[in-house]
């Protein structure tokens, strides 16, 4: 890491849910406070760091607490709402040991920064006296979405179109989170985003992983309300204000990357004619929409590269890799950061969960939208409508789209169409490096948070 640009001895003990998705934003916000100077300890589920692979060295401090299925996590739950009921009994009992465990080891903790999807843990905080920082790992205005509902300003699920939300663009029912207009089949998660703000007016700190210049009207808004800081994105800083010298990549993955296999390749492809394809490392996609997928690819006569996790292998029409290995790639997990920063790539056909769609955003590639739950159709939204940097696959029955809506969005943006959003693409991607570089929006409010520890 780079010379420190602050001093002081405060602690900051840093609690992520146990996803690839949200452990990779709160490590990168740890390296941030390290790299000014404070102490930090990233927390996670014994489950989690188990089955995570170390991929580089970390001057961050990692220690575990129990989510009550310590040899498999949700696997052996065996489903969300037991994950979930267990995790919230056995989970703060075991985070006030490790405050415990740490102070009587001479590291007193200062402060917790807490996944907002673990509200419990600020009420652990406070029972030690500690500050309590929220950090939510999804956009500014997925979480005013939340807050909405949690108030009982959008009553769910919601139906009726031209829904009107402060500071953001009129939404259909279909452009909110899943979560919110199909109540029935995500009972047990619908309760956790909501309950993200049970406690929220507690917290010392509102942290979200956005930078304000994106969100700029939802963010003034939220911070009426909230003590909102903006601090993102939390991506490493080698893609973006290279102050951390050697931080480019995460450091910890659920899987191993073919990175050599995927950047030799990429190197010997032309400049922006690659579709680079990923469903991230939660999403199991459909069967059907994968051969779809295949189907689009094949006749899009474009370079590709694409990763379907191994689980998903087999959903592959028989003979694809092989039809179109003389321009495509299929890969297990690759090292997306390198893909998304080669000039190879054209354009990312994404979930467009909130991590892929920052990178995207942070390195200038241009997207074609395929979201499949969650807050990815609100990501989508922004994607087309607001920031103007994709189009979204237009889709038929059960959801899907078909292989020529594939076709024809990947073609618009490596072609002539893409132009503009690629233009569009590299705006937000040189606002994202100031907003994180020194005196940046994102780099004061995070002075401003440890300053305010330090007293």
């Given at each position: 890491?780079?010379?420190?640009?602050m001093?002081?001895?405060?602690?900051?003990?840093?609690?992520s849910?146990?996803?690839?998705?949200?452990?990779n934003?709160?490590?990168?916000?740890?390296?941030?406070?390290r790299?000014?100077?404070l102490?930090?300890?990233?927390?996670?589920?014994?489950?989690?760091?188990?089955?995570?692979?170390?991929?580089?060295?970390?001057?961050?401090?990692?220690?575990?607490?129990?989510?009550g299925?310590?040899d498999?996590?949700?696997?052996?739950a065996?489903?969300?709402?037991a994950?979930?009921?267990?995790?919230?009994?056995?989970?703060?009992?075991?985070l006030?040991?490790?405050?415990?465990?740490?102070?009587?080891?001479?590291?007193?903790?200062?402060?917790?920064?807490?996944?907002?999807?673990l509200?419990?843990?600020?009420?652990?905080?406070?029972?030690?006296?500690l500050v309590?920082?929220?950090?939510?790992?999804?956009?500014?205005?997925?979480?005013?979405?939340?807050?909405?509902?949690?108030?009982?300003?959008?009553?769910?699920?919601?139906?009726?179109?031209?829904?009107?939300?402060?500071?953001?663009?009129?939404?259909?029912?279909?452009?909110?989170?899943?979560?919110v207009?199909?109540?029935?089949s995500h009972?047990?998660?619908?309760?956790?985003?909501?309950?993200?703000?049970?406690?929220?007016?507690?917290?010392?700190w509102?942290?979200?992983?956005t930078?304000?210049?994106?969100e700029e009207?939802?963010?003034?808004?939220m911070?009426?309300?909230?003590?909102?800081?903006?601090?993102?994105?939390t991506?490493?800083?080698?893609?973006?204000?290279?102050r951390?010298?050697?931080?480019?990549?995460?450091?910890?993955s659920?899987?191993?990357?073919?990175?050599?296999?995927?950047?030799?390749?990429l190197?010997?492809?032309?400049k922006?004619?690659?579709a680079?394809?990923?469903?991230?490392?939660?999403?199991?996609?459909e069967?059907?929409?994968?051969?779809?997928?295949a189907?689009?690819?094949?006749?899009?006569?474009?370079h590709?590269?694409?990763?379907?996790?191994?689980?998903?292998?087999?959903?592959?029409?028989?003979g694809?890799?092989?039809?179109?290995?003389?321009?495509?790639?299929?890969?297990?997990?690759?090292p997306?950061?390198?893909?998304?920063a080669?000039?190879?790539?054209?354009?990312?056909?994404?979930?467009?969960?909130?991590?892929?769609?920052?990178?995207?955003l942070s390195?200038?590639v241009?997207?074609?939208?395929?979201?499949q739950?969650s807050?990815?159709f609100t990501?989508?939204?922004y994607i087309?409508?607001?920031w103007?940097?994709?189009?979204k696959?237009?889709?038929?029955?059960?959801?899907?789209a078909?292989?020529?809506?594939?076709?024809?969005?990947?073609?618009e943006?490596?072609?002539e169409?893409?132009?503009?959003?690629?233009?569009?693409?590299?705006?937000w991607?040189s606002?994202?490096?100031?907003?994180?570089?020194?005196?940046?929006?994102?780099?004061?409010n995070?002075?401003?948070?440890i300053?305010?520890?330090?007293?």
């Amino acid at each position: 890491m780079a010379e420190k640009e602050m001093e002081t001895s405060s602690h900051c003990l840093v609690l992520s849910y146990p996803t690839q998705g949200h452990i990779n934003p709160l490590l990168q916000f740890c390296k941030r406070l390290r790299h000014k100077g404070l102490h930090v300890t990233l927390v996670t589920a014994k489950s989690m760091l188990k089955n995570l692979h170390v991929t580089a060295a970390s001057l961050i401090s990692i220690d575990t607490i129990s989510d009550g299925y310590d040899d498999g996590g949700l696997r052996q739950a065996g489903s969300t709402d037991a994950y979930l009921d267990r995790f919230w009994r056995v989970g703060p009992a075991t985070l006030a040991q490790l405050i415990k465990k740490l102070s009587g080891a001479g590291r007193p903790v200062d402060c917790v920064v807490y996944d907002s999807f673990l509200p419990w843990a600020l009420d652990v905080a406070k029972e030690f006296g500690l500050v309590g920082a929220v950090f939510f790992t999804q956009s500014c205005t997925v979480d005013c979405i939340y807050y909405h509902v949690h108030r009982g300003l959008l009553r769910v699920p919601v139906s009726e179109s031209g829904i009107s939300i402060p500071g953001c663009p009129p939404f259909r029912p279909s452009d909110l989170p899943s979560f919110v207009y199909d109540t029935v089949s995500h009972q047990a998660v619908i309760k956790m985003v909501v309950d993200q703000f049970s406690n929220v007016e507690k917290a010392d700190w509102v942290l979200c992983n956005t930078y304000y210049e994106l969100e700029e009207e939802v963010a003034n808004w939220m911070m009426k309300i909230l003590p909102l800081r903006t601090i993102g994105p939390t991506i490493p800083s080698m893609y973006l204000d290279k102050r951390l010298e050697g931080d480019d990549q995460y450091g910890f993955s659920l899987f191993p990357s073919q990175s050599e296999a995927c950047l030799k390749w990429l190197n010997s492809r032309p400049k922006g004619s690659v579709a680079y394809l990923s469903f991230g490392s939660l999403v199991d996609v459909e069967a059907e929409q994968i051969e779809e997928l295949a189907n689009g690819l094949k006749r899009s006569n474009c370079h590709f590269l694409w990763v379907v996790r191994a689980s998903e292998a087999d959903k592959l029409p028989k003979g694809f890799v092989d039809d179109t290995s003389d321009r495509g790639l299929v890969v297990s997990w690759c090292p997306q950061l390198e893909v998304l920063a080669n000039d190879a790539v054209g354009c990312f056909v994404t979930h467009c969960g909130w991590n892929s769609t920052l990178e995207a955003l942070s390195l200038g590639v241009p997207m074609v939208a395929m979201p499949q739950w969650s807050d990815q159709f609100t990501n989508a939204k922004y994607i087309v409508d607001v920031w103007k940097v994709g189009l979204k696959a237009p889709t038929a029955d059960k959801g899907i789209a078909r292989g020529e809506a594939v076709e024809n969005c990947v073609k618009e943006i490596i072609g002539e169409r893409g132009k503009e959003m690629k233009r569009n693409a590299i705006k937000w991607s040189s606002l994202a490096k100031k907003a994180v570089n020194e005196g940046g929006s994102s780099d004061k409010n995070i002075d401003e948070f440890i300053a305010k520890l330090g007293h």
